[in-house]
């Protein structure tokens, strides 16, 4: 996830690479913002964030470094080496659950503050996640909120009198009891609530610092956060720098001085960086690259499990991609084994459902093995439906459209591999539109594109991460699909404490959305990675980017 990156300053950036050959590679060096003589890693965040507020980000290239300056309620702790991890508690030292699993009580540690001094307390909790319901912030991820009583209604409201909206917000049912108590109730029984608590979205924010400056996260001055680390350098479109976090509960366990994040928005320049020694770590790799490395077993070259998926999005509100015919016969008409082993290269897995592999059924089993694929590639059926298509929908033959993606090397590739696919089997004409990130985001919430570049790395370990991203209240739609019958099936698996229950639920709307085929599934990921060899500690969970809080250089 990629913005654009001019060819001159690549040019610019290699050469300095020339000249500069392998040095500065151990990460021996102060800390920007910071007094501590230490070990800082380098990493490169890519793009540029939209935001750094809780409330307000939409995607990896902002919750990447925000993880590392924030912490929820809980926290996924690592158990084992392959991205295996629990919830524990963070914030919450322990937590009490109503016998019905509807009610939960926080009791938050003693003596947490913030990194600015501030005592840190329950009511921080309550007033951000209402902050981000508000329906004035316009939170994309509010809806991972609607788990809670009132949540709902007040983030859906179109209600203009303050009075009337505040009245919608007391209703949300989480509520500070006394500095150290938070009490949650919920619509219904959430199996993965624990863990839901420690995404993003449920982070706290320092209610006296919002009221005070709205605009506080936007400034590494004035920014105040509670995680391992502190923001103390914000060079837009350059950088961030973080230092270790003195106030962090958990101070002793990081060993990190800090972390220096670039902006480099090509991979192969990244890439180059890391060769150079200007990095520590490498993600994501060119795909050639990756390749490279997978098959010399080269030892600072890693493949861990991703609970992702990556997919185009059709705009089914443009024809002829309200034709169901047309969006199968797109769908069908691509190779995607000839993209896993010939682009990405990195043990992806060709896509032909929307849940990837990774969460569990009921007996144990993997919810995508249980439901199994629901299309297969078949160019003759394919020319079929989309002659079929066109006709119903008035058309001689497939107008000229555009695959928009962000600029990254491999989302380019691969666009240009399915653009040629649909040449040669279907006999049409696609152009290519790449943007940057924040671009490509804008443009898609405003269906203002015709097939779009897309993946979906879980926000949880549950399929349901996958699934209520399609409802019709969903801000993370972006099709322009609805379905009253899809919408259904997800109410009744949150409904339901059965596991049973919630997985059959989520098969039927699975199958639901394949059949009508607003997204075409390409394939699930995996994430590989470079990291030096002394470095350790580092964390790959499969719903996250690597994390570094627990690093050490040795």
């Keep these: 996830m990629k913005k654009s990156f001019s060819i001159m300053l690549s040019l610019v950036l290699l050469l300095m690479l020339a000249l500069t050959g392998c040095g500065g590679g151990n990460g021996e060096k102060k800390a920007a913002g910071g007094n501590t003589e230490g070990k800082v890693m380098r990493v490169n965040n890519s793009s540029e964030p939209g935001s750094l507020h809780p409330a307000k980000l939409q995607g990896t290239h902002e919750s990447w470094p925000l993880r590392h300056l924030f912490v929820g309620l809980t ?7 392959n991205g295996e991890f629990e919830v524990v508690g963070a914030m919450a030292e322990k937590w009490d659950s109503s016998e019905d699993k509807k009610t939960y009580t926080f009791h938050l540690r003693n003596g947490l503050k913030w990194s600015n001094g501030d005592p840190l307390t329950a009511e921080d ?7 981000a319901l508000n329906p004035n912030t316009a939170s994309d991820y509010a809806y991972q909120l609607y788990y809670i009583q009132g949540a709902e209604e007040y983030n859906s409201s ?29 619509v219904n029984p959430t199996p993965y ?7 993003y979205t449920y982070y706290p924010v320092n209610k006296k610092v919002q009221e005070q400056n709205k605009d506080w996260a ?30 962090y509960f958990q101070k002793d366990r990081i060993k990190l001085a800090g972390i220096d994040w670039a902006m480099v928005e090509d991979e192969n320049t990244a890439w180059q960086m890391y060769r150079s020694g200007q990095l520590d770590l490498s993600y994501p790799l060119p795909g050639d690259v990756v390749g490279q490395l997978k098959g010399q077993n080269a030892p600072d070259f890693k493949i861990v499990p991703e609970y992702a998926t990556y997919f185009y999005r059709f705009n089914t509100q443009k024809k002829p991609f309200t034709n169901v015919k047309v969006r199968k016969a797109l769908a069908m008409a ?37 439901g199994g694929d629901y299309f297969k ?12 298509g066109l006709k119903e929908e008035g058309m001689d033959k497939m107008p000229k459209f555009n695959i928009m993606y962000n600029n990254l090397d491999l989302h380019k590739r691969i666009a240009e591999a399915i653009q040629e696919m649909w040449r040669n089997n279907l006999g049409i004409e696609v152009g290519l539109e790449n943007v940057e990130f924040q671009v490509k985001i804008d443009r898609e919430h405003k269906l ?24 019709s209240v969903s801000t993370q739609n972006d099709t322009g699909w609805k379905s009253k019958s899809y919408d259904a099936e997800i109410n009744k698996a949150k409904q339901s404490s059965d596991a049973k229950v919630r997985m059959e639920a989520m098969h039927k709307a699975e199958d639901i959305i394949m059949k009508d085929m607003p997204i075409m599934p390409i394939y699930f990921y995996t994430k590989a990675y470079t990291l030096k060899e002394n470095i350790t500690g580092v964390f790959t969970p499969p719903d996250e980017y690597p994390e570094l809080k627990y690093a050490e250089i040795k």
Excluded: C
């Design 334 to 370: 691509i190779e995607r084994k000839t993209i896993t082993e010939n682009i990405t290269q990195g043990g992806q897995k060709p896509a032909f459902a929307l849940v990837a592999e990774g969460s569990e059924d009921t007996n144990g089993k993997d919810f995508r093995k249980v």
């Design 125 to 131: 909790f309550e007033f951000a996640w209402k902050y």
């Design 158 to 186: 179109k209600e203009k009198d303050p009075a009337k909206l505040k009245a919608l917000e007391d209703k949300v049912a989480v509520k500070a009891k006394d500095e150290k108590t938070l009490e949650v109730r919920l």
């Design 377 to 388: 590639e078949d160019i003759a059926e394919a020319k079929k439906l989309l002659a079929e």
């Design 218 to 247: 936007n400034d590494a001055k004035t920014f105040v956060s509670n995680g391992p680390f502190k923001l103390t350098e914000w060079k837009h479109k350059e950088g961030l720098k973080m230092v270790k976090n003195e106030n």
């Design 448 to 471: 203002d594109y015709d097939v779009l570049r897309a993946g979906w790395i879980a926000d949880f370990i549950d399929p349901m991460t996958f699934m209520d991203m399609f409802t």
């Design 75 to 81: 926290m996924k702790e690592p158990k084992g080496d």
């Design 193 to 199: 609530f624990l863990e839901l608590v420690s995404f």
